[in-house]
Structures are given as C-alpha cells and as structure tokens.
C-alpha cells in the first residue's frame, strides 16, 4: 500500500476522527450508515475500508457486497469489546480482520498493510500537529459556504503551517493566495486521478529553508486539497439543492429567510435601504379549478421566468410558499437609476413587474384564458417598516392583504412607510421619504 492510501470508514462520525488521526498520511473518507459506505465505496477505488459493528446486522449484511464492489480493499472491521463475537462473524462475511475500538496507529496500519513512515510529521519551523489539525477542523466547518471560501481558507492554512511568506494555490478555475507570493520555492500538481487539476505553491520560508519532509508533506497536502475540495463542492451542490424550490426553480423560504437576515445586519451596519415585495397571483385557485393541477405548476413556472428577468442577478428572488413569491431589492453601492430612492424606485420596479404580468401571453393557459393574469403585492422597507426580518415581512404581508381587500392588481406600500414620510425621514437620512400613495 502506498504512501497516500485511501480509507473508507463506515461508522460513527468519531471512528472517523480518530483514524484519520491515527494515520494522517491517509486521505479518509467517510459514511455513517451502511447503505451510503456501500454506495461510497462504489464510485471510487479504495485501499482499505474500515467498517464499525455499532451499525449492527446492517454491517454484517452489507459484508459480502463490500466485497465484491471493493475487491481490491482490505476491509476491517472494528466493535466494542462487548461486541467481539459479532466481530468473528463478520471474518466468515468477507472481512479480512477485526479490531477492537478505539484501535491504535500499529493496529491500523497491521490490519491495512499499511507502512509505518510517519511523512506527515511537523518540523520544527512548521505548525504543531495539534494546531494544525485545528485549523484543518476550521476549514472543514465551513465547507457550506462553497469551494471559493474553503480555497482561500486553505491557502490560509499553507501560509501558517509552513511559516511561508506566501501561498498559492490554484484548483480548476478557482485561485487562492495568502501572504505574498513572488516566486514560488516549493510547489506539488493537484492531480484528480492521472488528471492535474492545479497546483499548489509555497514562497520563500519566513526563516530557513524547506526541508525534504516538508517537500513530501507538501505533496501530502496536495491530495488533502484535493479531498477537500471535493468535500465541498459536494457540500455546495446538497446546499444548492435545499436551498431551490423543486418547481418553480426559485430560491425557497428557507434560502429567503436565512439571505434576508444576512442583508438586513449589513444594511444595518452600512446604513443603506432594503425593500422587500411580497406578491401572489389573483385568482390562482381558479386556474387551479379551471384548468387543472398542472396547468397552474405551468403558470407558476412562467411567473418564476418572468421574474426572474425583471432582477437583477444580486437580487433575491424566492418562491415564499403556493402561488406567494418574495422579491428584496436592494442597492448598497448606488441607486438602481441616478437620483432613484427607496422605496419609491423600487415600487416602480414592482409596477413594471405587473405591466409585464398583464401584457404577457401565458401559452400555458391555452386560447380561452379568461384574461391577463395579475397579481397584487405589498411593499415593505427597512428600516421604515422594521427592523428585523420578521417585522419587514409582515409590513409587506399587510400591505399584500390590504391590497386584496381593495381590488387587487396593484402594489401597495406598507402603512409605516407612509407614516415615516409624513414624519420625514430616519435621523442622519439624506434620502428622500417614501411616497405616501400605493403603486397602482
């Protein structure tokens, strides 16, 4: 087995842990249930696999098809002491040993063929192990937040444990560089398989010189980015996903609450406006009954596209629930149109929304459609009609009854904006008040 195995650990999470402490040199992955360690183990060439019997009779049943969909790993399996019978049974499924959890280094490597040559060490001008493995943990944790925050954090990384001036790093179509970088000294490819899908770069030592082991500990890292970055795409696109509305392909509730308070801190902390639109389609339930089911997920789908081209790409646009969308607009660097202001600038978005609603031809309804769909909406800014989120949403859920119960078809302002205009605007406000009549 070569110097950078890859370890398969179906189990809890802190078997895991603790093998990729015990063999460092080892690119770890990992699945706490049987079912996904047998479809992990599948879809990629493993050197060992390390299963718990804490997982029970699924463990032992999944034995035998570990086997034939990892012909080549040495599978071991692990167990409480308690457990250790079960741990026999499992030699008679197909694996090759068993150990007894926690199992140390030695008995890691024994059962893996693994060899002891401890590359990964620290040198003396390096990161200790210990705060090494910290700052590893730190870039794990935020992995949700996409493969461009998890390289930067990773050449952050570099910088600190090789005491460099400079780190650099480069991965598909995204660069990262920490420190400065002029030339580098040190530098390993990233390969993806036999593909080479970047590199990563050391500049000169803060004092001394690089060391061998650190030359070898460097290409160790290499297939830790790799990993790494993999983890996080994957991390990314299960994110993307429920973070979308299956139907519409808007932004969902949950994307809209958790972006909204994100926006709304900052704009607190800049000092600049946000507006939020709440808006339904009038009649909806009477497509639904006249035409059908599917008919009104069509119309849903084409109020989604048309909305979707009225923003613009900084915009937050969401399906918030039924025939309900949410639009927040905001303009942090400058108005949307010179001399535009809040929230006057916006309801005229929302009006030309509408003229669009009004004068587009929904196929989806055929040629009988009884007229042009509308919609009706409410208009709510911070920090006119509130504070937080939940305040800045129910101005615009009252100002979308209000415009309900008076026609529908229109864009109404909530009633704290108008309030605020008469009273002028927010202290420190060179802005203009918002209007004091709805968008109709």
Not at 87 to 98: H, I, K, P, V
Not at 234 to 253: C, H, K
Not at 270 to 291: A, E, G
Request: proline content about 7%; aromatic content about 6%; hydrophobic content about 40%.
């Amino acid at each position: 087995m070569g110097g950078h195995a890859r370890i398969l650990v179906i189990g809890p999470a802190a078997l895991r842990s603790a093998v990729a402490e015990a063999l460092p040199r080892a690119q770890t992955s990992g699945a706490e249930a049987a079912l996904s360690g047998l479809w992990t183990a599948g879809q990629s060439e493993f050197d060992g696999v390390i299963l718990s019997l804490t997982l029970g009779r699924a463990a032992l049943r999944a034995l035998p098809r570990l086997r034939e969909v990892a012909p080549q790993a040495r599978i071991l399996v692990t167990c409480p002491p308690a457990l250790e019978p079960l741990a026999r049974e499992a030699l008679r499924s197909g694996a090759d040993d068993y150990l007894l959890e926690p199992p140390t280094t030695a008995e890691l490597e024994a059962g893996l063929k693994f060899p002891a040559t401890p590359r990964f060490a620290a040198s003396e001008n390096s990161l200790p192990p210990v705060q090494e493995i910290v700052g590893l943990s730190e870039v794990l944790r935020h992995l949700e937040e996409g493969p461009r925050a998890t390289l930067d954090r990773l050449a952050a990384l570099l910088r600190e444990a090789f005491h460099t001036e400079g780190s650099a790093l480069r991965f598909d179509e995204l660069e990262a560089v920490s420190g400065t970088l002029e030339t580098p000294v040190l530098q390993e490819p990233i390969h993806r398989q036999q593909e080479v899908i970047g590199h990563v770069a050391l500049g000169r030592r803060q004092t001394g010189s690089y060391s061998a082991a650190e030359a070898a500990r460097l290409a160790d890292y290499a297939h830790l980015i790799e990993s790494v970055m993999a983890q996080a795409r994957e991390r990314g696109r299960w994110q993307e996903l429920a973070w979308r509305d299956d139907l519409s392909g808007l932004r969902n509730r949950r994307f809209f609450d958790a972006a909204l308070d994100k926006l709304l801190d900052e704009a607190a902390a800049r000092r600049f406006r946000v507006t939020v639109l709440l808006f339904d389609i009038d009649d909806f339930k009477t497509y639904n009954d006249r035409y059908g089911h599917d008919t009104g997920d069509a119309l849903l789908r084409e109020v989604a596209a048309l909305l979707t081209r009225c923003s613009r790409e900084h915009d937050i646009v969401a399906r918030y629930g039924g025939d309900e969308f949410a639009l927040v607009l905001w303009d942090a660097e400058q108005p949307r149109v010179p001399g535009s202001q809040h929230p006057r600038e916006p309801a005229a978005v929302a009006e030309r929304f509408c003229a669009v609603m009004r004068g587009h031809d929904f196929r989806c309804l055929g040629p009988h459609a009884p007229g042009p769909v509308t919609i009706s909406g409410g208009l709510a800014c911070f920090p006119w009609d509130g504070k937080t989120r939940a305040e800045v949403v129910r101005a615009a859920d009252a100002a979308l009854l209000e415009a309900k119960r008076t026609g529908k078809n229109r864009i109404v302002l909530a009633e704290k904006s108008a309030d605020e205009a008469r009273l002028g605007p927010p202290e420190h406000d060179e802005a203009a008040p918002p209007p004091t009549s709805p968008a109709t």
